[in-house]
T-cell receptor
């Protein structure tokens, strides 16, 4: 069965520290997509990135980077030089070709960046 | 507006009442999804539309939950005879339709059942 696990419930760092959010997934499908969303206190889910199952190339966007490893079924997210505005709940999600495109979310990691 | 719009933003109802939640997707988005998010949890899938067709309703928790999208645009999620366990944030998302297209979410409707 498909599943997304975010083992870190809450992380607290001091501004400018680097932080990595872990995501492990389970799927039987060979074609799938992985996503990261940010949910600030306002509540709206903000799309950050998607990766498909055939592209293991890591990606960097500004202070954000993502490490996708099929061998360990992981899709980890690193924020470099964290800022207070990064404080939010971050969700990892899985979408499978054979499951009507619905997103299967992890339980989220709450990140608190202290000044 | 450019984003997904949901109304009302907050809804308080007494147990047993019926409620209706509205979602206005991004113009041109053929796919529309409803999710339920309990406090401190990730969103959970409820149902999925492609245009006006409801292709997957496997996540609806009971027959008290009903969703429609009659003209392939605006969607309504209706909950009949509400129960306290229905209290949650209901999120609507839309996308262009392919699996690789990201879903864009609205701000949600926070439903409280007293």
């Amino acid at each position: 069965a498909q599943k997304v696990t975010q083992a870190q419930t809450e992380i607290s760092v001091v501004e400018k520290e680097d932080v990595t959010l872990d995501c492990v997934y389970e799927t039987r499908d060979t074609t799938y997509y992985l996503f990261w969303y940010k949910q600030p206190p306002s509540g709206e889910l903000v799309f950050l990135i998607r990766r498909n199952s055939f592209d293991e190339q890591n990606e960097i966007s500004g202070r954000y980077s993502w490490n996708f490893q099929k061998s360990t079924s992981s899709f980890n997210f690193t924020i470099t030089a964290s800022q207070v505005v990064d404080s939010a709940v971050y969700f990892c999600a899985l979408s499978e070709r054979d499951s009507s495109y619905k997103l299967i979310f992890g339980s989220g990691t709450r990140l608190l960046v202290r000044p | 507006g450019a984003g997904v719009s949901q109304s009302p933003r907050y809804k308080v109802a007494k147990r047993g009442q019926d409620v209706a939640l509205r979602c206005d997707p991004i113009s041109g988005h053929v796919s529309l999804f409803w999710y339920q998010q309990a406090l401190g949890q990730g969103p959970e899938f409820l149902t999925y539309f492609q245009n006006e067709a409801q292709l997957d309703k496997s996540g609806l928790p009971s027959d008290r939950f009903f969703a429609e999208r009659p003209e392939g645009s605006v969607s309504t999620l209706k909950i009949q005879r509400t129960q306290q366990e229905d209290s949650a944030v209901y999120l609507c998302a839309s996308s262009l339709g392919d699996i690789d297209q990201p879903q864009h979410f609205g701000d949600g409707t926070r439903l409280s059942i007293l």
